[in-house]
Structures are given as structure tokens and as C-alpha cells.
């Protein structure tokens, strides 16, 4: 949630915390707390679409970091807004300020915006490391009290919701835990990392020894982000707040000091809220004492039991039993196989899109992968009309809408999203969303490819993870505007080489070919090479088209179970070396002479470029022939190594007829 100046009040006070040696303890994670810190205060790029890559080596240099330490973590996530939508006002107001953070890091200034699919990577980086986490089914702050109190562990997080929960093993806050200082234990071999600690008794007995029952009503009456109440202002306008010494830095803290010391004086909040209700006017009292109430229960623990789930899978609680999802949404929602955005899409039939670095004279990235969407809230929403979920209008012949906030050059803007008719011949048996996973896994796969717009027959040459991210980039380069260059597909598909490279990286000549290791780190060089301050803007927006249709593609692929293999999202995009590798491109050699000492990678490459090529026109790029030819040579001279070493896998389905834009409708703007 976060309180308004909190978090930099309890800094000035060392008397709050106590310092730590962290070791072997469990400890609870705040996962979005987490990755967002990881990635920012890692000096990686926020220009270029994120190095993914980079961002994953530091989540397993930080876990394996805590397991030296015999620090055993788990990782809980936050979901999807809550049913009532408490928080919604804050959240466009944070889309707001990102377009302009994005904005003027596009122009070459400061700032800080997540790359899109951070997320999403985070989550498969625990995956393999065999981190437990579980996704929440909104804002996780209480499930992680409860647990923490639970197994009476510590938090690590940076959020000053924290420091008013009571936290029997205290708060760790993620700026004092210094993870990269690892430190031995005197006389020992153990390993530990320093942190500090703060506990809300050390901050009660600095306001003489107040009542701790207190502090859910200071940060309500103080604002977060789910309250800010205006009558509240005619208090602080009247009350003389005792401050109490002096030197406290801005208005902020003025009010946080004199506002804790003012609430000490009360034995218990009942006492406090008639206290602050005499400074209000009459007809507004019990309408003030009922909001704050119900606002301070926001800081009780929840009935959640997580210590189920992490030890059984079993995720149970009353918003759970109260939504009357599927049984197998439940639980896909709660392992992290399905997202956030798919639960606000069914239940709040309403989503925000996370805008990105792009160029802001253009419309929003987002809007190339509309049809993708309309799909989703079409499984969601049509196929639920016989369920008692999302309680649709009785008008079944008016397609639902759904609310989507994203950005119109540097605003945010609402628009009402029809969704799609679903084809025939997946409908007629007219599936409803408790049933989905039972749909015959063909059927499944085809309406997927049906909506990127691909034959199987294309992706038969492909490696297995690369199926639903070549198929998402036939979609791209149909519908991007503006049109995808030829540059912008050989460095976008060398890009998923050097992926592909990594995987088989060793120290050892016997694994890591010599050859490939030369152009691995020629790769590498390229990635590390400086850019100028001003970016390629059209380039920029792009590939941040291609990462919409990849999300929204991963999305679909999600909900309808996998019918394609999840990409490993860890090492398929860099957009530093992406982006690197498009100036190279349009001054240099061809795409496929950067691999001509390799030709195992050279054949992927080509077969990669044939794939994505074959469903467009042919006269679709300039200058094709050349490149088309060269691969061409290129795989003549592989052939026989290739042959040996290709097992093309099968997609276990009939091709399917290319789309021709049946994604008619439009949006209607609001």
C-alpha cells in the first residue's frame, strides 16, 4: 500500500531498528518489492526494452547469495486489485506519472519504468531456481504479515505498510540489507549478510509507549494509497499537533511526528477516532468513523494460511471462496501460471497496460496486439456467460466490453474493448471457462495459431521453445506500425540466437564448440558497446510492439494450457544487444555472415528468417533476394551436419488457414 513519508521519517530514527546478522532463518519476500529493486538498482538498461538476461544472473546471484547463508526464502507476489477496486484511483495515477517517466527516458533523461515483461521472467528465474512463491489474489501485504507471524521469520521488503504491521520477527528493509556484502561469522565458516531490523515496539516506546493498535489509525488518518479522505484536512487544519523537538525536514514529517505524538495520548483507537471526530463536522462524523474503520482493517492478518499452499498447493481463503472461479483458475492464478492481468480482465472487466520507453508521438505499443486481447476477453467473458463468475448481462446478443487504460500520446486514456467472437468451430460445443482445460488439446492449439496467424506447418523446423515466439512474430510483422524493417528482424532473431547460445555456453571446448564461443562473445561485445543519448525512437517502438504481441501471445498461450511450449523468456530478448545489432545491420555484413564460423547457428538463424518470412509477401522487405539467396547457400553448406543433428518435433495438429484481419471491430473510445 505505502504511507505518505513514512518510510524516509523511520530512516532518520537508527533507535527503530536493530542490526542483524541474517542466517539460517526462513524469511518472507515481498516478490514485487523485489524484482523491482533488483532491476533498478542494478545499473541495467531502461531504454532499450530491458536486458532481461542480465536482470535473471542477478536473481540467481542474489538467491544463491541467501543459500549460502542458509537463508531459506519464499517469495510472495501480489495480484490481481481486489474485487472492490479500493486502490484503483492510485493506480491510474502511477500510469500517469510512468508515461512521463517513460517519456523522459525516451528523450534521454532520468527515471525509472519496469521493462514489460520483468515479471514474467522473475517468475521463471524462481522456476528454475526452485524458489517457492506463490501469486496472490491481490495486493499480498496481509497474506505476508500473517505468514511471517506464522513461522515467526522476518520480511524483507521496502514498503512502509511494515513498519505498521505487527511483526513479531521485525522488518527488513531492502536498502539495509546488504545482500552483494556477504560476510563470515567470527571463528566460523558461516556465512551471513548484514541487514537492519525494525520492530514496532522500538517505535511505541519512542512515542511513550503508545498502544500499538494505534498505528492502523495513523497511517489511514495519515494517507496511503487506498484512503485520502479530505474532510480528514479540516482535522489537521484545527488540531494543534504537539511536534515535539525540532529539525524535522518538511511538511511531511511535521505532520508524521506530531500526528504519532498526538495519537499517544489515547489508550486505544476508539478513544482516538471520537478524539478526531469533535474537529469534524456533525453530519460528517459516522460517516468518517465507518471509512476509518473499515480502512484500518486493511492492517489485520488475513485468513489466507500460504503455509498450506507452500506445503501442499493448497490455496484457500474467503475472497477465493467468494469469487466462484474454476478450480483449475484458482490454482493456475496462484502458482503464477496465469496473470494478474487475466483476473482483472474476468472480474473487474477492466485492465491497465504498462506503457514502456517508446515513441510517444505514435499510438501506444499496445494497440498492435488488440485482436490478441479481444481473444482473451472473449474465452473470459463469452465462454463464462453460463457461469454464475462474472455475472454478465442478460443481453447475450451485445459482445461484453472491457475497460482498457493506456496511453494516447502522453495521457492515459480509457477506452471500451468489444471482444471477439470466438470461430465456429471452437464454440460450437460452446465451452464455458470451467470446462476449458478439458477442451481436446488440437482445438486448443489451433484457435491460438488461428489468432497469430500461422500455419503449423511453418514452426515444424523450429526448436520447441521457439514455437510461440516465432508464431508471435509472424503476427508482429503483419500488423506493427510501422512496418518492421529488415534490420529490425535479423537483430530481433540473432537475438534469440544468442539465446540459444548461452544455453550451451561452457568453460569446457568438449561442450562450447570454439567457434560458437567466438561469436558468443562477439555477441557479447556488441552488447556492451555504449550508445549515444538520443535512441532510435521507431526502433524503440518497434520492438516494444514485439514485446505487446509476445506478452499478450504468453497470455493466451497461458489460458488456454499450454497448448505451445513457454518460452524461456530469460534469455530470448536483450534489448541492448537488439538494438546494438540494428545499427550493425544497417551498416555491415548481412545477419547471416555474423554466424558464417558456426554453421549449427547459422542453420537456426536461416531457419528462424524462413519461418517468419514465408507469411508475408515476398516483395514485403527491400532487398530480400540477396539475404534469402545467402541463407540459402548457407544452408547447403550445413546441410549435412544439420541433418544429423535436427529432430524436428511435432506440433501433433493439422495446418490451419492463414487470418486475414477478421479482427474488424474497434475500439470505442470513451
Not at 532518520?12 to 524484482?35: A, P, S, V, W, Y
Not at 478526531?276 to 460517516?287: A, I, P
Not at 512496418?483 to 561442450?511: C, I, R, W, Y
Request: glycine share 4%.
Amino acid at each position: 500500500m505505502g504511507i505518505h513519508g513514512l518510510m524516509s521519517y523511520v530512516g532518520e530514527h537508527k533507535q527503530f531498528f536493530t542490526d542483524l546478522q541474517l542466517r539460517n532463518t526462513k524469511i518472507i519476500i515481498d516478490g514485487n518489492n523485489l524484482f523491482h529493486r533488483l532491476y533498478f538498482e542494478s545499473n541495467l538498461d531502461l531504454q532499450h526494452g530491458g536486458d532481461y538476461d542480465s536482470f535473471t544472473d542477478i536473481v540467481h546471484k542474489f538467491f544463491e547469495t541467501l543459500s549460502v547463508c542458509k537463508i531459506y526464502p519464499y517469495v510472495v507476489l501480489d495480484g490481481g486489485c481486489d474485487l472492490l477496486d479500493k486502490k484503483f484511483a492510485t493506480l491510474k495515477e502511477r500510469a500517469r506519472d510512468k508515461i512521463q517517466v517513460a517519456y523522459s527516458i525516451s528523450r534521454g533523461g532520468g527515471g525509472s519504468v519496469l521493462p514489460l515483461l520483468t515479471r514474467e521472467v522473475f517468475k521463471q528465474a524462481l522456476t528454475k531456481l526452485e524458489v517457492p512463491f506463490v501469486q496472490c489474489f491481490s495486493e499480498a501485504d496481509r497474506d505476508i504479515m500473517s505468514l511471517a507471524n506464522h513461522w515467526n521469520c522476518p520480511v524483507l521488503t521496502l514498503d512502509s505498510d511494515f513498519c505498521i504491521f505487527d511483526l513479531k520477527a521485525g522488518y527488513c528493509p531492502l536498502n539495509y540489507f546488504q545482500w552483494r556484502n556477504l560476510c563470515t561469522c567470527e571463528g566460523t565458516l558461516d556465512c551471513y549478510i548484514p541487514a537492519r531490523c525494525f520492530f514496532l515496539e522500538r517505535l511505541c516506546s519512542h512515542f511513550s509507549h503508545m498502544n500499538k493498535a494505534l498505528l492502523p489509525l495513523f497511517a489511514v488518518m495519515n494517507g496511503n494509497d487506498y484512503i485520502n479522505l479530505p474532510a480528514l484536512e479540516t482535522f489537521f487544519s484545527k488540531v494543534r499537533l504537539p511536534v515535539g523537538g525540532s529539525g524535522w525536514r518538511g511538511r511531511k514529517h511535521v505532520r508524521i511526528q506530531g500526528l504519532l505524538n498526538w495519537l499517544s495520548h489515547f489508550a486505544d483507537p476508539t478513544e482516538a477516532i471520537d478524539n478526531v471526530l469533535k474537529y469534524l463536522k456533525k453530519h460528517e462524523r459516522e460517516e468518517i468513523r465507518e471509512l476509518l474503520c473499515a480502512s484500518m482493517e486493511e492492517y489485520e492478518q488475513s485468513d489466507v494460511n500460504l503455509e498450506d499452499f507452500f506445503q501442499n498447493g493448497n490455496f484457500d481463503s474467503q475472497v477465493t471462496r467468494k469469487l466462484e472461479l474454476p478450480q483449475w483458475m484458482l490454482e493456475a492464478l496462484a502458482k503464477g501460471h496465469l496473470s494478474p492481468f487475466i483476473s482483472d480482465a474476468l472480474l473487474l472487466r477492466r485492465t491497465i497496460l504498462h506503457v514502456q520507453v517508446e515513441n510517444m508521438q505514435r499510438p501506444s505499443a499496445h494497440t498492435v496486439a488488440l485482436p490478441i486481447r479481444q481473444v482473451i476477453y472473449g474465452l473470459l467473458l463469452n465462454a463464462s456467460q453460463n457461469s454464475e463468475v462474472t455475472s454478465p448481462s442478460k443481453q447475450s446478443n451485445k459482445l461484453p466490453l472491457v475497460r482498457e487504460f493506456d496511453r494516447s500520446q502522453k495521457t492515459l486514456k480509457k477506452s471500451f474493448v468489444p471482444t471477439t467472437m470466438l470461430p465456429q468451430a471452437f464454440c460450437e460445443d460452446h465451452h464455458p471457462l470451467a470446462t476449458l482445460t478439458e477442451v481436446p488439446r488440437s482445438d486448443r492449439l489451433k484457435l491460438l495459431l488461428e489468432t497469430l496467424g500461422v500455419k503449423a506447418s511453418i514452426l515444424q523446423h523450429i526448436p520447441s521453445p521457439l514455437w510461440l515466439p516465432v508464431a508471435v512474430t509472424c503476427y508482429w510483422m503483419r500488423y506493427s506500425e510501422p512496418k518492421v524493417k529488415l534490420h529490425h528482424l535479423q537483430a530481433l532473431l540473432l537475438g534469440m540466437v544468442f539465446g540459444e547460445l548461452h544455453k550451451t555456453s561452457s568453460p569446457d571446448p568438449a561442450v562450447f564448440h570454439v567457434r560458437d564461443k567466438m561469436i558468443y562473445d562477439q555477441f557479447l561485445k556488441w552488447k556492451e558497446k555504449n550508445f549515444q543519448k538520443l535512441m532510435d525512437l521507431d526502433t524503440a517502438h518497434a520492438f516494444c510492439q514485439w514485446q505487446c504481441c509476445l506478452q499478450m501471445g504468453l497470455h493466451l498461450n497461458q489460458l488456454l494450457s499450454t497448448p505451445l511450449p513457454e518460452p524461456d523468456l530469460t534469455r530470448l530478448y536483450c534489448g541492448t544487444l537488439v538494438h546494438r545489432l540494428c545499427k550493425e545491420l544497417k551498416s555491415a555484413h548481412g545477419a547471416e555472415n555474423l554466424l558464417i564460423s558456426s554453421p549449427k547457428m547459422s542453420q537456426l538463424y536461416c531457419d528462424l528468417f524462413h519461418a517468419v518470412k514465408s507469411t508475408v509477401p515476398p516483395d514485403f522487405f527491400q532487398e530480400t533476394t540477396k539475404t534469402t539467396k545467402s541463407c540459402k547457400e548457407k544452408n547447403k553448406q550445413a546441410a549435412s551436419q544439420a541433418e544429423n543433428t535436427r529432430r524436428p518435433a511435432t506440433l501433433e495438429a493439422q495446418p490451419f488457414c492463414d487470418v486475414n484481419n477478421r479482427f474488424a471491430s474497434l475500439i470505442v473510445e470513451d
